[in-house]
């Protein structure tokens, strides 16, 4: 691909959707964070799953722990995974390890935040800030642009596409 071609690509990309495309990543300490997104949630639903990925850029593991937000009671971080053939999800009670120079990547299916008993379910446009907690490198607050319901499911690459995931 030529080098026009890609960068008209890139600007429509950004001009399609300017809160993910410019969504803040961030450094803290020696840790990366890149993408937050969550979910928009349809009315009704009371939770959301938040996405992000983090890279270590110590010589330290680390670990997170939890989150919270102004928008959610709790913030848990859980995992989402087969179990005999069905698709279970578990709160991941002892935190999800950040291994040293390693990239974990909380996505649809996989590990994710999960917003609960959120009373004003996230729309599209909006921003819900998150503060992530880790063991050594502390707390530190992440603001997820809230990506479209239709967006999300493609970026779920498939069935996960009901608001309790
Ligand atoms: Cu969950």
Redesign the pocket.
Known sequence: MNRFIRSFLTASLCLAAPSLAFAADLTFGNLKIAAPYVRAMVPGAE?G?GYLTITNTGQADDRLMAGSSPRAVKV?V???KMDNDIMV???LESGLAIPAGQTVQLKPGSY???FMDVVQPFKEGETIRAKLTFEKAGSVDVDFPVGSAVASKAMSGGDHANA??
Do not use: D, I, S
């Open positions: 939770v799953g848990e859980h995992e989402m999800m578990r709160k994710h935040l999960m309790a995931e």
